[in-house]
């Protein structure tokens, strides 16, 4: 199976009750342009990421809203932000990185902590933290699926480049497309304007 390609950089997707947070109550964001997955927009509006070690501006957001609060960086961002996040399906956040999301009206960090209200200590991790860095992925629409499967994972050839660990994703709503972020296109010398082919694994 063919498949168009579109590449990522660092964004953030919100909650109705983080854009309540970052840009005001009942805020709606308002769309820049679309993307390649039908209902999905790069929002006009942008946020900025913070951590111990250093803070970027300018950080796009991704709309429509969630059901969860998602920060996807570069695995060149790992230095600069001085975090190790771990390479993820959406919404796989448990034991994930910190980080701070800045909007004009305020902030949000999640912190991955609970505790003991008699002593005062810290017991488990009751809340995910936000920050991954998403895995090679292909958007799938179930009409198209054939013997496809969700999560299972293959091979996507483009040009005389093979790309490992790929995750299929298997939705009514999706448009077929090969995802990556921009740092493994530029690795692998691949542009949107290219078309992959998907290989089962063996």
């Known amino acids: 199976m063919n498949t168009r390609i579109g590449i990522s950089n660092r964004h953030v997707h919100l909650t109705r009750e983080d854009v309540n947070i970052l840009f005001g109550n009942n805020y709606e964001l308002t769309k820049r342009n679309d993307l390649d997955q039908p209902g999905q927009y790069a929002a006009n509006e942008t946020v900025t990421l913070k951590t111990a070690k250093n803070i970027k501006e300018g950080v796009r957001v991704v709309g429509p809203i969630r059901s969860y609060t998602q920060v996807e960086v570069l695995n060149s961002d790992k230095e600069y932000f001085g975090i190790n996040p771990p390479v993820r399906n959406s919404d796989d956040l448990d034991n994930s990185e910190e980080i701070t999301i800045i909007g004009p009206k305020g902030q949000i960090t999640r912190k991955n902590i609970l505790m003991n209200q008699k002593l005062g200590k810290i017991l488990k991790i009751t809340r995910k933290n936000i920050c991954i860095i998403a895995n090679r992925h292909i958007h ?45 296109a530029i690795n692998h010398h691949i542009e949107a304007s290219m078309t992959g082919v998907i290989i089962k694994e063996d």
């Open 140 to 184: 799938i629409n179930t009409r198209d699926k054939d013997n496809f499967y969700e999560d299972e994972i293959v091979k996507v050839k483009v040009g005389d480049t093979i790309l490992d660990n790929v995750h299929i994703k298997i939705a009514d709503s999706y448009a077929t497309s090969f995802h990556i972020n921009k740092d493994d």
